[in-house]
């Protein structure tokens, strides 16, 4: 699959990704997390807890990961501390996420902080996959603002309806977000280094479920996928020395060149 | 500890961790290494989302779904398609009993 580049988006005369690429993409996501959305409404009355509380904890939290945790802990007679602790851990990637997509993320103080609450995984990782920064930023706010609608929307739905629907596992819904997120990762995979962290991500993910609580494997992937990348850095540079060699002559491989980093400011040129 | 001050708590240091990326960047260019660790990240949740079987290792229908979706990717089909094909081959697999 490594020479298999999916570009998603043509860029327009402007530079920016066809309007219709990016609304037909984002509007699949915008259905996966109303699944989940639905799913999160429909349990946590299952559990007991008055619909405003369930509709509340979306708009409050508004992070899916760590809110299905804190239901799992409230189901299971957990203390609800237990189940904080365990979302903000699920949640501290949005560290990551947030420090990639910062670039996009900027304006005024107000504008900041809406940027700032509607940042998620999906948000982040769509946006930073732009081709510039222009395309990542308007990718950020269509996708953020999209994305949180459709998950207030689909929690206000599963609330009401409670108990009626079943089970999202039995239609395999739980495979949609690995399967989403293996479209969005393809265009951040663009030198060796990325495709190495990708590797060491997935390692680091398998170990960390055998040894790690919740939320820590993927800390534990992104720190695998640092050496990785690191490593592969590293390798790359050692064949071929800089000062010996004219430029001409270099191997476009041997050197992980960003083409287009503008969108996180990453030139990696060693 | 009841339910609403957990939801309070989670909410209030969930914005906190939201604002933290851009705090630390600031107007600077976002460092080299950063991108990686985004990288990893998005495939150790791929990973995790295929074989996570509430803390352990659980190979079920999802890996027959997550392997039709790689298929999908390679043969470039959209975003829907892939995560049709992951979603549906796990219900079918489901369906059929195994896993």
Redesign the interface.
Known sequence: ?SN?T?A?YENTSAGLPVPSAIA??VA??CV?VAAYGVAFGVLGRAIG?HPA?VV??SV????GG?QMA?LGV?AAGG???A??AS??VI?????????????L??GGRGR??L???L?T?EV??LA?AQPDERAGQRMFWVSGIALWLSWQLSTVVGAAVGGILGDP??????????????????P??RGP??R???????V???V???LL??GM??????????L???AVTRLGRGRVPVEAVPVEAVPAEAVPVEAVPVA?????RP | MTVLPAVLLLAAGTMALRLAGPALIGDREVPTWLRPAAVGAIAGMIVLGTVDGGGQLALDARVAGIGAAVLAVALRAPLAGVILAGVGVTALVRAAGWG
């Open positions: 699959m298999i999916h998603p037909r993409d699949t996501l996966a807890l509380l509340a904890i409050l939290v508004y992070a760590s804190l409230l203390a609800p501390l189940g904080v979302g903000l949640n501290s990637r949005l560290v990551a996420f947030g420090a990639v997509a910062a670039p993320m900027q900041r902080l940027a700032a609450y940042l995984d982040a990782t930073t596992a039995a239609v395999g819904l739980d495979a949609a977000f690995p399967a989403a997120f293996l479209v969005l990762l393809l951040l995979l280094a990325e190495a962290a990708a590797v060491g991500g997935g680091g993910a398998v960390g479920l055998q609580p919740a494997p993927v800390l534990l992937a992104m720190a695998t996928g640092l990785a990348a690191a996180v400011g990453s030139g990696s």
